[in-house]
């Protein structure tokens, strides 16, 4: 009977012995693991950096060449050739879709806050002689016959989207032309927040 009860001590003393080893073993395989500088993180993760932006243009979209802003939501290009926005390959005008800049020409005929601003940041992402390129939406006319469209710069600047960004305009929702507009009114909802542009100087103006 002592024989049987000292066997049966051993054994478990063996079997714990082991799954202290197991248990141990595991820990150090995931200390190593989570700890290794290389180490990749967790599926699910991993999010692309906010500043990523495309390396061209998206597909589908007519190339144009910028002749002059008329203001800081549209302005005057010139198609090489007719194509599936602009269908003529004389100049025409722009309006960018989904935004609204200050009028360069107010109620009282003068400037209105930021009008001059904003129309100089579209010169800079579309400066005379680049290349823009322009995808449209439901509509293709405004009342005043210009084109409404999106643009793109040569390296995939969305330069509605840019301005939105940068404060330059605010947002103008106009069913049914809204497939970028959730994308838009994010971009000046925090330009709003962080008062960038006229957000931050034309308050009350």
């Known amino acids: 009977m002592r024989t ?18 197991l248990v141990l073993a595991a820990g150090g ?10 180490s990749p993180p967790p ?27 008329l ?8 198609a090489d050739q007719p194509g ?10 722009l309006r960018l879709l989904g935004i609204d800049a200050p ?7 003068s400037p209105q806050c930021w009008a ?12 005379h002689g680049a290349r823009l390129w322009l995808l449209p939406d439901a509509q293709r006319l405004d009342p005043y016959g210009r084109r409404l469209v999106y ?19 605010r947002e103008l929702a106009i069913r049914p032309n809204l497939a970028h507009q959730q994308d838009l009114h994010d971009a000046v909802e925090q330009a709003r927040a962080q008062r960038r542009g006229l957000w931050g100087s034309c308050a009350g103006r």
Do not use: C, K, M
């Open 116 to 127: 001059e601003t904003a129309r100089a940041e579209l010169q800079e992402l579309a400066p």
């Open 151 to 169: 643009a793109w710069t040569a390296d995939g600047r969305f330069v509605n989207g840019e301005l939105a960004a940068l404060g330059a305009v």
């Open 4 to 21: 049987r009860q000292t066997g049966r001590r051993r054994e478990r003393r063996a079997t714990l012995f082991w799954l202290v080893v």
């Open 84 to 93: 599936p926005v602009i269908d003529v390959t004389e100049p025409v005008q």
């Open 103 to 109: 009028e360069l020409h107010g109620a009282d005929g």
């Open 71 to 78: 203001d800081g939501d549209s302005l005057q290009v010139t």
């Open 43 to 69: 599926s699910g993760t991993v999010s692309p950096s906010p500043s990523a932006r495309p390396t061209g243009p998206p597909a589908g979209a007519q190339a144009v060449r910028v002749d002059f802003p």
């Open 29 to 38: 395989w995931l200390w190593y693991a989570h700890s290794r500088p290389d």
